[in-house]
């Protein structure tokens, strides 16, 4: 999962932002169009939304009323309209900030982790591990699902942060039980598969038929990105 969807149809100055952002420690994804960005947000998840007003077609308000709709990630935006009635027009939209351009790259970066810091908590970098809409802050023991906070025991915390630790490879039931349990647990193997049930009921849109933890037949369990 990226942090940053920024949407910004002038290349150069995306770009330009891209870099800024990215030697902060954030990931970035461009989208030129609100069309476009629209569209990446229908798949796929991200922490913050740097949105410019004056897009092509549909324009940025536009963007802003349609994420509002789905969802409540933090929404910075950035414009040349910098008048009172866009500026209310932003807010009352939902957007949780408005900055003028041109815009200060340093005061923009504070504003982003003032947001991040307010959706998701004060992390250190280090501190966090993400991976297709899932978060984990491995100080609190906390698990997030897009930005909404699991209710996991202590089991599955456990198994959600291996699971995170290893995307994309399959990793044998034998392996999984010894490193959540340990060789000389008196629980059985059965308890795993209990355990996979309840933690695919909290992470998975259907958990009859899971896309983030797959079953790999005979062999253990594989997590996927969505």
Known sequence: MKDILLVEDQEELAELIQ?????????????????QAVEYLKEQQVKLLLLDIMLPEMDGFAVCRAVREKGNMP??????????????????????DYMEKPVDPE???????????????????SDILSSGGITIDTV??????????????????????LFLKNPGKTLLKDYIFAQIWGMDSLSENQTLTVHI??????????????????TV????????EV
């Open 19 to 35: 870099i800024f952002l990215e030697k902060e420690g954030f990931t970035v994804l461009l989208a030129g169009t609100g069309e």
């Open 75 to 96: 929404v910075l935006i950035m414009s040349a309209r910098a008048g009172r009635d866009d500026k209310l027009t932003g807010y009352e939209l939902g957007a949780d």
């Open 107 to 125: 005061i923009l970066t504070a504003k982003v982790r003032a947001l991040m810091q307010r959706a998701y908590g004060t992390f250190a970098e």
């Open 140 to 161: 609190s023991r906390k698990g997030y699902l897009n930005g909404k906070e699991l209710d996991l025991n202590g089991k599955e915390y456990e198994l959600l942060l």
């Open 197 to 214: 049930k309840m933690l695919r009921k909290k992470i998975e849109e259907n958990p009859r038929e899971p896309k983030r933890i797959v």
């Open 217 to 224: 037949w005979g062999v253990g369990y594989r997590y996927e």
